[in-house]
């Protein structure tokens, strides 16, 4: 089968970055990073995944679960020619990127940022209420959605979920990501799905795993949960981040995912 995932290609010299969003979101949720990476010497591919964006939602025999994704990621790196990408994904892309990190051969590293399929069964209602709230008010007349998003206090209050500083999300982004998460027809596959995910299958690659300490959607003592259950990855507090750190520091962000690379890198030096 071809791949159907559609993505954006910001061209480095160094070793192959792909970019994994979460939930609701788009290829455009990351920002800055993608040229700060490529700044820093990596050949950046940024996706959407199946059912968000750009990309179409997928067709048999392809589905909406976390083996299915991988298997059409494995298929978009043949067809990019890309060998053993660093991988990096926020929220559900980072329980993306953990599902890839433990299959063999397939990436090089992963950098998790505050991902999904670590959450107890009594914090449902807070991820569930956050979601929905920002689902409902996607529905909003575009119009309205223009003129409050042009406030900082509107943008304070509703992406105070996703970022520690709603601030730095543009208008027209912040309008972009609301329209996206009103027509991807992946959010409701997925959010059902969510219930009931967990990550748990050892981890094949050098894994980071990083939290906002300021994470409203999937709550920083998640992250003891991770350090339990993978202990050999490398767990990391994000300072003054919420659960998409991509926004409100991009700078830190990019330091962890280089710094899981370099280990990476030093790694398969040693073996060598």
């Not at 949720?29 to 179409?56: I, K, N």
């Not at 920002?134 to 575009?142: V, Y």
């Not at 509703?158 to 208008?171: D, G, I, N, Q, S």
Request: aromatic share 6%; glycine share 8%; hydrophobic share 40%.
């Amino acid at each position: 089968m071809r791949n159907t995932i559609k993505y954006t290609h910001v061209p480095g010299d160094g070793a192959p970055v792909v970019l994994v969003h979460g939930i609701g979101h788009r290829r455009q949720a990351w920002g800055e990073v993608p040229e700060l990476l490529a700044a820093r010497g990596h050949d950046v591919y940024v996706v959407d995944l199946p059912g968000h964006g750009d990309s179409p939602k997928p067709t048999r025999p392809d589905g909406w679960s976390m083996r299915s994704h991988a298997e059409q990621f494995e298929r978009l790196f043949r067809e990019l020619g890309i060998e053993r990408p660093h991988v990096v994904g926020n929220s559900l892309g980072g329980a993306m990127a953990l599902e890839l990190a433990a299959r063999e051969g397939v990436v090089s590293s992963v950098t998790a940022l505050s991902p999904a399929g670590f959450f107890p069964p009594w914090h449902l209602p807070n991820v569930a209420a956050n979601l929905l709230l920002m689902k409902a008010g996607s529905h909003l007349p575009e119009a309205l959605h223009r003129r409050l998003t042009a406030h900082v206090w509107f943008r304070k209050l509703a992406f105070r979920a996703l970022y520690t500083h709603p601030e730095k999300v543009t208008v027209e982004a912040a309008v972009g990501d609301t329209l996206n998460l009103r027509r991807a027809p992946g959010f409701w596959p997925h959010f059902v799905r969510a219930t009931f995910l967990r990550v748990t299958e050892p981890l094949a690659v050098p894994t980071a795993i990083a939290w906002g300490d300021t994470d409203r959607l999937l709550l920083p003592s998640e992250a003891d949960t991770a350090r339990a259950r993978f202990p050999e990855a490398t767990h990391v507090s994000l300072e003054d981040c919420g659960h998409c750190p991509q926004i409100d520091h991009p700078e830190l962000v990019v330091d962890t995912v280089v710094a899981t690379i370099e280990r990476a890198s030093s790694r398969q030096g040693a073996v060598q």
